[in-house]
């Protein structure tokens, strides 16, 4: 059984994200509050995108971001996006 909480992508900045969509901050932070795919941790905090809301953002996928929205991150839609943003985690790493 895969360890959803271990091994699910750490939150970005938003301009991280930015640069990943090719778009500018006030976008990604749109994309956050409108899709729900970050979060502050308190008022006038940065904003913390979660890489793989991000990505289905991106795709346009709006069944994969109704299936993250509701929280099943164990649904396969959603596992696939989560392999990506490993992917790009790591890659940076690198």
């Known amino acids: 059984m895969l360890d959803i909480q271990r091994s699910w992508p750490k939150p970005i900045s938003v301009s991280t994200a930015a640069t990943r969509a090719g778009v500018v901050p006030e976008t990604i932070v749109r994309w956050c509050k409108r899709d729900a795919i970050g979060k502050q941790l308190r008022p006038k905090a940065p904003w913390r995108v979660d890489p793989v809301g991000l990505g289905i953002v991106m795709a346009g996928d ?26 790009l985690e790591t890659r940076r790493r690198a």
């Open 62 to 87: 709006g069944e994969a971001l109704a299936v993250f929205q509701g929280g099943d991150f164990a649904h396969l839609k959603i596992q696939h996006y989560a392999e990506m943003a490993r992917m």
